[in-house]
């Protein structure tokens, strides 16, 4: 249920060489909430100085301890970094938000609800679910976790080739297919010890990515405990063409919800959490689970 809240301190972060317009739209965020907010808050601009410095910075923020809001200025990535500095630091009165910025950001287009300057002085706060991954961490190091979607093989590089272009779907659709040339599909292993030749696996915490791919039929709002999978088992190229193109148009209908999910990686393999590309090992038994409601949410 939703709760009023104020803050004692507001963190807005966002990179100052964003390609985008990420500087002029923190300013304003900061400007306009100066104006709505009828309590004493401090309101601090934060802007990065190097590629994971918005995880330092969402850390240090919610350690502090207290009423605290961590606003990200950015794209699906840079709120990635965000949410698990604010995960990392164990402050449950810690809150995230996010102002959509840069090149893409799905999770605000699909789970925004008001413009955030709005939501932050009504203070309705949610506690949205995350997607957390293990892929091999050691002990004592940090599990991570994705607000949006985890993918492997075919269809996060498509979602890499469709945040270049802005031009409208055929132009989308025309990407899609150019990727399809030098991919390769990748192997997995299942708990069951049978082999799956795989193009493409992707978690899915919200319906759509990439700004005209509809993954599925989910809610709007990722906080039931669970989370969709989209698996395109191994078949030519020019099937996977067509249901790459249908999720580009008419989406990819119903699928799988489950709260976990494993498999055993057999070479080294890269895989996308909310855009953000990261590596495995081989040999490393992934497992993605639904963390349920961890995350409290404004916006």
Partial sequence: MDSARTFESIVIIFNPNSTGDAPELAEELQGKLKELLTYPVEIVLQPT??????????????????????????GDGGYNEVVNGVMQADNPKAVCAVMAAGNANDHRRTVGTKPLEEAIAEGH???IDLLRIHTGQKEGEPLEYAHSYIGFGLTPVVATELEKGSKGALTEMVSVIKTFSDFEPFEMRLPDGKRHKVDSLVFANIPEMAKYATLSEAADTPADGKFEIILFPHMPKWRVALNALRATTQGLGDQPSVSSYEFTTLKPLPFQMDGEVKNVDAGVTVKVESAHAVLPSIG
């Fill in 125 to 127: 706060v949610r506690n």
């Fill in 49 to 74: 100085e190097h590629a994971g410095h918005a995880v330092d910075l969402a850390r240090e923020a919610a350690a502090k301890g207290g009423d605290v809001l961590v606003v990200s200025v950015s």
